[in-house]
């Protein structure tokens, strides 16, 4: 990208889009070329989108062409965009990502909006969030569910410190603390909650091969995978949630596409009620919700 064809043209941003775009297709590590390149070059150049194509024909110089070059590399290596850019769009907030934490997907939007709709009758929820990662779940829950108390665990203090710094930028008050939900200690918390939700590892580990590089090579693996057939976590759930819930408190959880009976049945064998799968928006088995109607094991 040194100079443009024949030597003379200038570099305007639609000729560095339109080269950069055959540039990550034929890397072969992205399915939305265009849009990756149009998310780096906005973000090397600190502008939106929409102003790409409002200053279409502005001429780049070297200097401003070298810090989206560097992010083209990158991205050509598989690095997700989310972690060169170090933001992603959730519930229409802004996260701070990195190598710590998972990516927030837009499937995980219909969990939230499946823990809003469960609430939408209580004014003051106390909700549990487990594996909070980024904090993309508690955070948004927090910030859209006003007089909501969330509390968030994660086993991992990179991640949890990921998550407080994206609820300072945020504002929303939510208390975080290190706990691994796969102890053989007993779940100790005072609180009782109104809702438990969590998105958990849940990949097989025979599935890894199917996981693109910008996954597989990326990703904190430990938030990725559940040894031996991805259900672990489920059944720790299952088992340990009522714990922690008031009689007729709610679990809502994330789930792998195929999973959804396999699921339902260890929550089911563990005495759950009224549970229920809900779709994504492309009409894949995604959240199961189950409520705990007994007085906790």
């Not at 090397?44 to 110089?61: A, C, M, N, V």
């Not at 823990?115 to 508690?138: F, K, M, R, W, Y």
């Not at 706990?179 to 958990?200: H, K, R």
């Amino acid at each position: 990208m040194s100079t443009a064809a024949g030597g003379d043209s200038l570099w305007t941003i639609g000729r560095v889009l339109t080269w950069s775009t055959t540039y990550l297709k034929d890397s072969g590590q992205t399915e939305s070329p265009r849009l990756d390149a149009e998310v780096l070059l906005a973000h090397s150049l600190g502008l939106s989108r929409i102003q790409l194509y409002t200053e279409f024909d502005k001429p780049l110089s070297s200097e401003e062409r070298e810090p989206f070059k560097s992010s083209l590399k990158r991205r050509c290596q598989g690095e997700p965009v989310a972690y060169i850019t170090g933001v992603k769009e959730f519930m229409g907030y802004a996260f701070n990502v990195g190598p710590a934490v998972l990516i927030p997907r837009p499937d995980t939007e219909v969990l939230v909006e499946t823990v809003l709709s469960l609430l939408q009758n209580h004014e003051a929820p106390t909700i549990l969030d487990i594996g909070t990662g980024s904090g993309c779940i508690a955070l948004s829950l927090a910030l859209k569910k006003i007089g909501a108390q969330v509390t968030a665990w994660d086993i991992d203090d990179q991640a949890l410190a990921v998550a407080a710094t994206n609820a300072n930028k945020l504002g929303a008050e939510v208390s975080f603390c290190q706990f691994d939900a796969l102890s053989d200690d007993p779940w100790q918390e005072s609180q009782q909650f109104d809702l438990l939700v969590s998105n958990p590892p849940y990949i097989r580990p025979d599935e890894r091969e199917a996981l693109p590089n910008s996954v597989l090579g990326f990703e904190p693996l430990h938030a990725l995978f559940a040894a031996p057939d991805g259900l672990l976590f489920y059944r720790r759930l299952a088992a340990m949630a009522p714990t922690v819930l008031r009689p007729g408190g709610h679990l809502a959880v994330e789930i792998g596409y195929a999973q959804a009976a396999a699921v339902m049945a260890i929550l089911a064998e563990a005495g759950w009620s009224q549970i229920t799968c809900v779709r994504d928006w492309e009409r894949r088995d995604r959240v199961i919700h189950a409520q705990w109607s007994g007085v906790g094991p």
